[in-house]
């Protein structure tokens, strides 16, 4: 797997749930009405694809980090350590 790949999966797993919770707001799922989706209200598929989420922004978190630490760029290690988001920019600016 190429460093290209590892980009691509990493965008779409950081930001997978928060794009079908995006899509569920707009076509009005009445679960989101109250503007929150907790653990009861999510199906089987849902807690699947949240779970896919948090393990991708935990893996472009490592993988920046880790980036970061083999560039001994020390500025973006404590910047993307500290600011989780950060770890997108990175990824995409320096991969």
Do not use: C, H
Request: aromatic share 24%; charged share 15%.
């Amino acid at each position: 797997m190429n460093m290209k790949n590892i980009s691509i999966l990493s965008f779409a797993l950081f930001f997978g749930f928060f794009g079908y919770a995006l899509l569920m707001s707009i076509f009005g799922d009445p679960r989101l009405a109250d503007g929150t989706l907790n653990n009861e209200e999510l199906f089987l598929y849902e807690k699947f694809v949240l779970a896919l989420s948090i393990l991708g922004i935990a893996f472009s978190w490592i993988y920046a980090i880790y980036k970061a630490l083999r560039r001994e760029q020390i500025k973006w290690f404590f910047l993307v350590f500290m600011l989780w988001p950060l770890s997108i920019v990175y990824i995409y600016k320096y991969d």
